[in-house]
């Protein structure tokens, strides 16, 4: 290849890394976030906060029929004021559903369980991106994929020389490849 060529393809190469880069950044730091978020959904809800909170139930509700002023009432304790629905799940007990919560009312106790469930801003929206949720983004997950091997490759050929691929660059390829390696060697043994 002549010296006008290989200059070509060189800058062809690195305006194509530094190009494709800059474009898939966001969707890069979008999908380590959800990445780090999903990798510990067994230590932590990565997409929603739930928080609950005990109330004290007046004795006073004990032995009322449950009616309309009864619930607002209860809602009025946690701060809302339009249930959808509600149920009597047994003896003593009362389940209220609002919009993203639930009170759990235990009148022999006197005491209400209030559940709310809120969307963990920034995860939810990323999660649902990784998992592929939205109908279609499949698709933009492929063309995602392809563009960071391209980004990947195009990326080994920036520096040449002795930091370079054909440099200490082979080494931290080789490098890179163990923890993969490695992981499945000791999967394949347990």
Known sequence: MTTGKYKKLRKLNMVTHRDM???????????????LALNHINDWNADFIITKKTVNINPSFSGQ???KSMIAQLGDMVGENKYKVY????SGQLKIYYDNASLHVNFNKHTGIYERVERRPVFYQSNILHRNS?????????????????????????????NGIKGRGKWFIIAGLLPPIIAI??????
């Open 134 to 162: 939205l109908r279609g983004w499949k698709w933009v997950s492929d063309i995602f994929a392809v563009m960071l091997i391209v980004i990947s490759v195009t990326g080994l050929f920036i520096l040449k020389g002795k």
């Open 65 to 67: 029929p449950v009616d």
């Open 21 to 35: 880069g800059y474009f898939f950044s966001s969707l890069i730091i979008i999908y380590c976030i959800s990445g």
């Open 87 to 90: 149920d009597v799940p047994t």
């Open 185 to 190: 060697i000791i999967q394949q043994l347990s």
